[in-house]
């Protein structure tokens, strides 16, 4: 049963954060959990780490941390099971202890795109072998079937009532008008979505993709959704935003409609 809050409990509810999350547990085995928290204890400290991921050999780290969840690697473990073209990280073992997530993976030797760029002063043959890899990857996996019942999140919309609104002329009510119209049109179903796709999340050695890491956000999203997040959520990195169109489908109506939605309630 899920932990009863107390007088005491965390305001970010951290203490009941993995409450039902045993069934997403991989590998769950008392040598295995023995093994990973003596590496932590012994190994880890012949190896560099890198915040919430850390070496305990040189094929494998253990990613653990306040926010860690196992949702992660049952992530990875399904995009692994139903694609053929996406480097995952292979998940050895997962499990909660005292509260906390632990996550032992295949550690995959590449560098971050920026560094990779850096590093190989890549051409336009180089990145265009990069991005037409990345292209692949991404079209197979929002080509994986979505379950039944995989329907959207309409709470906002709920809320909304454009006609209530005093002012017919003022731009912030033409522009939510809008982003309803569009909410209220044909949606199709969601689709399998990465979610954090900034350039440090995508692993190369040469101008080959060897790994795409951090699943954390992944989900089933709207179909535009991991161009309007790659989008916004790289506001700094200009130079990456006008690469996304490059790999991926770009829904420039969809992204105006997000940034009216980000700019009344938020990224979520």
């Not at 780490?49 to 992530?75: F, M, P, Q, R, Y």
């Not at 053929?84 to 030797?109: D, E, G, L």
Request: charged share 25%; aromatic share 12%; hydrophobic share 35%.
């Amino acid at each position: 049963m899920p932990s009863q809050p107390t007088p005491f409990s965390p305001v970010d509810k951290t203490d009941t954060q993995h409450d039902g999350t045993e069934d997403l547990s991989i590998n769950n085995t008392r040598l295995h959990r023995f093994l990973t928290l003596l590496a932590l204890k012994t190994l880890a400290k012949l190896h560099t780490h890198n915040g919430d991921c850390i070496a305990i050999t040189k094929h494998k780290i253990v990613k653990t941390g306040i926010w860690v969840h196992l949702t992660e690697a049952a992530t990875m473990q399904f995009v692994d099971q139903n694609t053929s073209s996406i480097p995952t990280p292979k998940v050895h073992c997962a499990f909660v202890r005292k509260n906390r997530a632990y996550i032992v993976m295949q550690r995959i030797h590449g560098r971050g795109f920026p560094a990779a760029w850096r590093k190989h002063n890549f051409t336009e043959e180089n990145l265009a072998k990069i991005f037409n890899q990345l292209k692949q990857m991404f079209e197979e996996l929002c080509a994986i079937k979505t379950p039944p019942d995989t329907g959207g999140r309409r709470e906002l919309r709920r809320e909304i009532h454009p006609n209530q609104y005093p002012d017919k002329d003022d731009q912030d009510w033409l522009d939510i008008k809008d982003m309803v119209t569009k909410q209220d049109g044909p949606w199709p179903a969601p689709v399998f979505t990465h979610g954090d796709l900034d350039p440090f999340n995508i692993l190369l050695r040469g101008d080959e993709v060897v790994g795409i890491i951090d699943w954390e956000c992944a989900g089933w999203f709207p179909y535009y959704w991991e161009y309007t997040v790659a989008y916004t959520g790289n506001a700094t990195r200009t130079g990456w935003r006008d690469l996304i169109d490059r790999f991926l489908e770009p829904f420039p109506d969809e992204l105006r409609m997000e940034g009216i939605r980000q700019k009344w309630w938020g990224e979520f």
